[in-house]
């Protein structure tokens, strides 16, 4: 088998707060979450949580990665960053240009997302959610192709892209310079992955770690980049 992406988890200062903003800003609705916080179940095919779970800590740098949110024209772009900070969102500065067509925000607890100009040809036909982009190797791109079944749909310059054969969001990695890590990151994939496949995730580099979870039903474990993940056993929901 190959592992299935279950979600992506934020963890959280309060997480039904952060839950609230997601669901609002996305049009999605909100569940009760059986890790212990709130799950924001996908209206459309992204076909994948987003999770909120408690322990957030503080922030320290960006994080290695967010949300490209789609938009269809330039009211719709508007519309659409005035929403985020109707809900509670900000503007921020990470240093993009003053020519940049796209918006750099931040949600209540600082996590970056950016709102993308309409027209962009790469996110065409990915959904409001166009992209997860992430801090990430070329390497870690062709692991994470492996590990999900996902076809690269870019490889250039050392940047890749990854997507599910039945549509929804792209994963894209930018390539190097890597950011330093800072200690736990906040976001991370959940996978569904029973023994079998957590021993083919290693033999593909995945390294398993423990980061003080304690007496869990799944596993935490880190890419070839040293990024978190989980693997949770089959039939979790």
């Known amino acids: ?10 963890d959280a200062d309060d997480p039904a707060r952060l839950a609230r903003f997601w669901a609002d800003l996305l049009g999605w609705t909100t569940v009760e979450d059986p890790r212990g916080g709130v799950a924001v179940v996908p209206g459309d095919d992204t076909g994948f949580l987003i999770r909120f779970v408690p322990g ?3 922030k320290v740098g960006q994080n290695q990665m967010h949300f ?10 508007r519309r659409r ?7 509670g969102g900000a503007h ?5 240009g003053p020519d940049e067509e796209h918006v750099v925000l931040a949600d209540p607890e600082g996590n970056e997302f950016c709102v993308i100009e309409p027209g962009n040809r790469f996110l065409a036909d990915c959904g409001l959610i166009g992209a997860v982009a992430c801090d990430g190797s ?3 791109g062709y692991f994470w192709s492996a590990a999900l079944g996902w076809p690269l ?9 990854i997507r599910s054969p039945h549509g929804g969001p792209k994963i894209t990695w930018g390539g190097p310079p890597l950011d330093p890590k800072t200690g736990k990151y906040r976001l991370h994939f959940d996978l569904e992955a029973d023994a079998a496949e957590v021993d083919r995730l290693t ?19 880190t890419d070839p980049d040293g990024h978190e993940f989980c693997a949770l056993p089959p039939s979790r929901p």
Not at 68 to 77: A, E, I
């Open 1 to 10: 088998m190959t592992s299935r992406l279950l979600a992506l988890c934020f």
């Open 56 to 58: 957030a800590g503080p």
């Open 68 to 77: 490209d949110l789609t938009s269809s024209s330039l009211d719709d772009q």
């Open 81 to 87: 960053v005035a929403r985020a900070v109707e809900l």
């Open 92 to 96: 921020i500065d990470i240093g993009q």
């Open 138 to 140: 070329q390497a870690v």
């Open 153 to 161: 749909v870019w490889d250039q310059d050392e940047e890749t892209a």
């Open 203 to 221: 033999t593909l580099g995945a390294t398993r770690v423990d980061i003080g979870q304690g007496d869990v039903d799944w596993l935490v474990m």
